[in-house]
T-cell receptor, first 113, second 110 residues
Framework: DSGVTQTPKHLITATGQRVTLRCSPRSGDLSVYWYQQSLDQGLQFLIQYYNGEERAKGNILERFSAQQFPDLHSELNLSSLELGDSALYFC????????????FGSGTRLTVV | DAKTTQPNSMESNEEEPVHLPCNHS???????IHWYRQLPSQGPEYVIH???SNVNNRMASLAIAEDRKSSTLILHRATLRDAAVYYC???????????FGTGTRLTIIP
C-alpha cells in the first residue's frame, strides 16, 4: 500500500456517459496530480492541485475536470466518454515540492464500451 | 520542460549490478533529478532523487555527474522483481509536475 488510494480500481461504462474517479493522497501531502496512460501512449500529465487550488494543467480535455476538496482528496470527472478515453488513470501525491519523492496510487482502469 | 534521454531498453543478468544512464544536457541549476519505475499494470513507484550529490537509499544509488548533465541509476544486485520501465525525470520548483518520457525497459535475465 503506497498510501495513495484510488477508487474504483476498475470501471466499465458506455460511450457518452460520465464517471468520477477518486483519489485520497498520502497523509500530509498537499499536492495531487492526475495522469492518463493509454495502451499506445506513455504517462500523460493531466492536472495538478495544491491545497485545493489548481496549480498546473497539462493535456486535459475540456470534457474532463477535476477538483481538490478541503480534506485534500481529489476527484477527476470524465464526461461524454469516448472509446479513446479507455485508459489507466493514476493519481500521485506529494508534499508540493520537488525536494521529496512523489507517491502514486495503483490506478483506475477505465474501459469505455 | 527540460528533456531527458534514456536508452529504450537494457538487459542485465540476475544478481548483477545494473547501471541505467540518463542524459539531461539542458538541466537547470534548480532541477531535481527524479527516478521512478513502473511494473506492468501498476502505478509508477518512486526510486530515488537528487540535486547535486550522489544519493543512496535502500532501493538504489543515484550517481550525478559533476556538471549535472547526466546521471546513472545503480541497482546493486538486480532481481527479477526489478524488471520494469525506469523513468528519469527533471522537476523544478514552480513546475512540480513530473513529465514522463518513454523510459528504459529493463529486462532481467535469470
Amino acid at each position: 500500500d503506497s498510501g495513495v488510494t484510488q477508487t474504483p480500481k476498475h470501471l466499465i461504462t458506455a460511450t457518452g456517459q460520465r464517471v468520477t474517479l477518486r483519489c485520497s493522497p498520502r497523509s500530509g501531502d498537499l499536492s495531487v496530480y492526475w495522469y492518463q496512460q493509454s495502451l499506445d501512449q506513455g504517462l500523460q500529465f493531466l492536472i495538478q492541485y495544491y491545497n485545493g487550488e489548481e496549480r498546473a494543467k497539462g493535456n486535459i480535455l475540456e470534457r474532463f475536470s477535476a477538483q481538490q476538496f478541503p480534506d485534500l482528496h481529489s476527484e477527476l470527472n470524465l464526461s461524454s466518454l469516448e472509446l479513446g478515453d479507455s485508459a489507466l488513470y493514476f493519481c500521485a501525491s506529494s508534499e508540493g515540492t520537488v525536494r521529496n519523492g512523489y507517491t502514486f496510487g495503483s490506478g483506475t482502469r477505465l474501459t469505455v464500451v | 520542460d527540460a528533456k531527458t534521454t534514456q536508452p529504450n531498453s537494457m538487459e542485465s543478468n540476475e544478481e548483477e549490478p545494473v547501471h541505467l544512464p540518463c542524459n539531461h544536457s539542458t538541466i537547470s541549476g534548480t532541477d531535481y533529478i527524479h527516478w521512478y519505475r513502473q511494473l506492468p499494470s501498476q502505478g509508477p513507484e518512486y526510486v530515488i532523487h537528487g540535486l547535486t550529490s550522489n544519493v543512496n537509499n535502500r532501493m538504489a544509488s543515484l550517481a550525478i555527474a559533476e556538471d549535472r548533465k547526466s546521471s546513472t541509476l545503480i541497482l546493486h544486485r538486480a532481481t527479477l522483481r526489478d524488471a520494469a520501465v525506469y523513468y528519469c525525470i527533471l522537476a523544478n520548483f514552480g513546475n512540480e509536475k513530473l513529465t514522463f518520457g518513454t523510459g528504459t525497459r529493463l529486462t532481467i535475465i535469470p
